[in-house]
């Protein structure tokens, strides 16, 4: 570790750098490059989609929240960025919970058999 920097000081004074010191660098190059493709370029796309997800939300979709509580959408407040939902048909309990809490769409369809 110590080498590395004492070679980039000496580097500097004389000017040019070194295809050696390219090839020390090269590894994290590597490791940057793979972690970009395989960690945050993902991220990114479920960030987008849950984005989209949450924009398109609109009343009688029945959604689930990060908490797990599903529920049908009666209301949604666009100047306090929050949901009402009805969680109880019977009784008509309702809860508000903020937009970004929403995890999903729940489907009530049954999946198709063959």
Do not use: H
């Not at 980039?8 to 090839?23: E, W, Y």
């Not at 029945?62 to 019977?90: H, Q, Y």
């Amino acid at each position: 570790m110590f080498n590395i920097i004492l070679q980039a000081g000496t580097q500097a004074a004389g000017g040019a750098v070194k295809p050696n010191m390219v090839a020390q660098f090269l590894p994290f190059i590597l490791m940057f490059v793979i972690l970009y493709f395989l960690i945050i370029r993902p991220q990114r796309n479920r960030q987008k989609e849950q984005q989209n997800l949450i924009d398109n939300l609109k009343i009688n979709d029945e959604v689930m929240t990060n908490a797990g509580i599903i529920g049908k959408i009666v209301n949604i407040k666009k100047d306090k960025n929050t949901i009402i939902l009805r969680v109880d048909d019977t009784t008509g309990t309702k809860i508000e919970f903020q937009r970004s809490a929403i995890a999903g769409i729940v489907n009530n369809e049954k999946p198709q058999t063959k």
